[in-house]
């Protein structure tokens, strides 16, 4: 499972693109209680909102596609940042904003929550430094180009926030330049793995399907027969331009693409203390996940005995696998669930809910399904009208045999269903968006990390079941049974991530880790194996729950008997999702570790 990022969605992560007009971010965007007997702001403070404010203008008049991400639609129709002279002048942009941050503001003088959002904010520069100038998946990866083609468009057609003629005005807009992105990408691309060509390869069939159908089907409502004319024209445009960039996948990129896609253990530790605040040493996090690993492969087998006593614990699992819902009701059995687990948590005091909309169940949208079982798209924090959020899961593949179709329909049986729309929605990603809107800091609503995040997400799958949700007895271990196996699948992420990108592992080694050590079926381990080659960092889900776990014990004894596990979930959602350790500084009242730049 992974939180949808918007193109991080474009990454990950889990650094939320946040966006905004050449004007301030609008009014409405603020909690009404925002302006309510507000402190007056030290010289400091004034100075570090004047700085974020500035940035935020500056960015997003350089990433129109953030802006449309974030919910402010002025640049909706633009779309720039994939030119060589653009990235130059971007990085070059960060640099200056990194340098001149310490000079505008003195941290020294600013409060906890204010002091958070400084270190965030100088390490966000920073981590982005990294990927332009250090990872460069604009150079690395062809995915990259699909992924802004795709997410261009997408991104005006998946809300409502404007109506349909307007928002087909500007994905015309947009899809004139696009075939600019596929030519630039030639020129790019420097001897990629072989493995990501081939992913690209895949991916490209979502994309022309985007193009080719999810489009027009979308603004078919439209009656403007000039507008009508001018899509199709630039559709044209497009499918060709997506055609000439599969032939040159496959028949001139992929018969040299022989890189590799380690990133290496300087860039991996620079990637961890910039976007999660972690320092430890490669060494000790990759014991800690074998160890962790062992630990709940021993519970793995206790619970299977249980079950089925005698009985291979490998086996057991599997046959579990094979209660599932028939792949055309995959969304509506998904949604049956929701209700559920929401009440449990209102009925068990177990965090508040801030709102009464629901999240809405959908089918993963095609591009974005090589890589994805199960995703939360989130409205942007600015985003006025169009605020509703999709939960999306999977369907298989039309094209794919019946045994790849059971194999994929495993992950979705009915004790695995509701632990992932625990972590996706209740009291997981939906709740903590919910919480997040209510924030007033601009640096805290618009990024995050992703050990806090999907650490989150995985935290609450356990939580849920310690708390009693699913009852006793057989069921209770069924469902137990799946929530050890999804917290392996994580364990294995951990492991390999740091190994594929530290330690020399392999593609076929790492297919062989969730196989042999999270058991999984081949299908799901290779997608597994094949997003850690491009996802270094997919260790936060088991980082971050570690991390919220150890955070927990330490809430219990500093509040003693004023704990409650609803204060503390409340307290920790309520900040956003910054790194666990600015979490704990602002959670216990304690001062944060120096920053990464310190």
Same mark, same amino acid.
């Given at each position: 499972m992974n939180a949808l990022r918007p193109t991080s969605i474009l990454a990950a992560l889990l650094l939320l693109s946040p966006g905004c007009t050449t004007t301030r971010p609008p009014a409405q965007a603020e909690s009404?209680?925002?302006?309510?007997a507000t402190p007056a702001l030290s010289p400091a403070q004034v100075a570090l909102r004047a700085f974020v404010d500035a940035h935020l203008e500056e960015h997003f008049r350089r990433s129109p596609m953030s802006a449309t991400s974030a919910g402010i639609h002025a640049?909706?129709?633009?779309?720039?940042?994939?030119?060589?002279?653009?990235?130059?002048?971007?990085l070059a942009?960060?640099? =200056?904003?990194?340098?001149?941050?310490?000079?505008?503001?003195?941290?020294?003088?600013?409060?906890?929550e204010d002091r958070?959002?400084?270190?965030?904010?100088?390490?966000?520069?920073?981590?982005?430094i990294l990927d332009q100038e250090v990872v460069r998946s604009w150079e690395r990866n062809p995915n990259t180009y699909l992924g802004f083609a795709s997410g261009a468009v997408f991104q005006l057609i998946n809300r409502d926030f404007a109506p349909l003629e307007e928002r087909m005005h500007s994905a015309v807009k947009r899809m004139a330049v696009v075939p600019e992105v596929f030519a630039a990408a030639p020129a790019n691309l420097q001897n990629p793995p072989k493995l990501w060509t081939e992913i690209a390869l895949e991916q490209a069939k979502g994309t022309r399907a985007l193009y080719a159908q999810t489009l027009p089907q979308a603004f078919a409502p439209v009656k403007d027969a000039a507008l009508q004319a001018a899509?199709?024209? =630039?559709?044209?445009?497009?499918?060709?331009?997506?055609?000439?960039?599969?032939? %040159?996948?496959?028949?001139?990129?992929?018969?040299?693409?022989?890189?590799? %896609?380690?990133?290496?253990?300087e860039t991996y530790?620079?990637?961890?203390?910039? =976007?999660?605040?972690?320092?430890?040493?490669?060494?000790?996090?990759?014991?800690?996940?074998?160890s962790e690993m062992k630990r709940t492969q021993a519970q793995f087998r206790e619970v299977a005995g249980r079950i089925a006593p005698g009985k291979a614990p490998m086996d057991v699992y599997r046959e579990l696998g094979k209660e599932h819902p028939a792949p055309a009701e995959l969304v509506s059995t998904t949604t049956a669930t929701l209700e559920d687990i929401r009440q449990f948590l209102i009925d068990h005091h177990i965090i508040t809910v801030p709102s009464e909309v629901r999240a809405r169940v959908a089918e993963t949208p095609a591009f974005n399904r090589a890589l994805s079982f199960a995703s939360m798209s989130t409205a942007g924090p600015f985003e006025a009208k169009a605020t509703e959020a999709y939960y999306y899961v999977t369907p298989p593949d039309p094209t794919w045999s019946a045994e790849q179709t059971t194999q994929h329909m495993s992950f979705y049986n009915r004790y695995a269903l509701p632990l992932v729309s625990i972590h996706e929605a209740y009291p997981g990603h939906y709740v903590q968006f919910l919480w997040t809107h209510r924030i007033q800091s601009k640096v805290r609503?618009?990024?995050?990390?992703?050990s806090f995040a999907e650490g989150w997400g995985l935290y609450t799958e356990q939580m849920m079941l310690d708390e009693g949700y699913g009852g006793a007895g057989p069921q209770a271990d069924r469902l137990r049974?799946?929530?050890?196996?999804?917290?392996?699948?994580?364990?294995?992420?951990?492991?390999?991530?740091?190994?594929?990108?530290?330690?020399?592992?392999?593609y076929d080694q790492a297919v062989r880790l969730f196989e042999e050590e999270a058991y999984m079926t081949r299908i799901n381990a290779e997608r597994e194996a094949r997003r850690g080659t491009s996802d270094p960092t997919y260790l936060v889900y088991a980082l971050g729950k570690k991390m919220l776990m150890e955070l927990r014990e330490e809430a219990k004894v500093k509040w003693g008997k004023d704990f409650t596990l609803q204060r503390f979930h409340d307290a920790v959602v309520s900040h956003g999702y910054p790194p666990v350790p600015i979490v704990r500084q602002l959670l216990l009242g304690e001062d944060a570790a120096p920053s990464a730049s310190r």
């Open positions: 009404p209680a925002a302006h309510a640049h909706d129709g633009e779309l720039r940042g994939f030119r060589a002279e653009e990235r130059a002048s971007n942009y960060l640099k =200056e904003q990194l340098a001149a941050l310490p000079k505008a503001v003195d941290r020294g003088a600013l409060p906890p958070a959002d400084y270190d965030i904010l100088e390490n966000h520069f920073r981590a982005r899509f199709q024209k =630039e559709q044209a445009r497009c499918l060709e331009a997506i055609d000439g960039y599969i032939r %040159f996948l496959k028949d001139d990129l992929l018969p040299r693409s022989n890189g590799a %896609f380690a990133i290496g253990e530790r620079k990637k961890l203390q910039y =976007e999660e605040g972690v320092t430890e040493s490669i060494d000790s996090l990759l014991a800690w996940g074998r609503r618009l990024f995050g990390s992703g049974l799946n929530q050890l196996a999804l917290y392996l699948q994580r364990l294995a992420r951990y492991v390999a991530g740091l190994s594929l990108h530290t330690r020399g592992m392999t």
